[in-house]
């Protein structure tokens, strides 16, 4: 079984930066691996993802140009690098491994995170 430890969030101001990170542990290794986040109200979206070679990234329209996802040489930590944050990013951050399917659908993944809380102010 996959272990998804999720950190970095915390209270930030809009157009600040911010690194979250994805621990993995257990049976983590050859899996995809993607952000999602989940505002109060709003379904889980995809954000950002990277094959297990670290060689290949894709994200969201909607995150494109500011956030960066990458991973460690070790390939256990994935991280989502958040420039120019906006209050509309506040949520819930999620990391995930993509077991079968649209890499794009939260349904797509499983072995989540507890999550980390983004919370951007105006």
């Known amino acids: 079984q996959v272990q998804l430890v999720e950190s970095g969030g915390r209270l930030v101001q809009a157009g600040d930066s911010l690194r979250l990170s994805c621990a993995g542990s257990?049976?983590?290794?050859?899996?995809?691996t993607s952000w999602f986040r989940q505002a109060p109200g709003k379904e889980r979206e995809f954000l950002a993802g990277?094959?297990?070679?670290?060689?290949?990234?894709f994200y969201a329209d909607i995150v494109k140009g500011r956030f960066t996802i990458s991973k460690d040489n070790a390939k256990t930590m994935v991280y989502l690098q958040m420039n120019s944050l906006l209050p509309e990013d506040t949520a819930v951050y999620y990391c995930?491994?993509?077991?079968?399917?649209?890499?794009?659908?939260?349904?797509?993944?499983?072995?989540w995170g507890q999550g980390t809380q983004v919370t951007v102010s105006s």
């Open positions: 257990g049976a983590y290794t050859g899996y995809t």
């Open positions: 990277i094959r297990w070679s670290g060689d290949t990234t």
């Open positions: 995930a491994v993509h077991i079968r399917g649209n890499s794009w659908q939260a349904t797509s993944y499983s072995d």
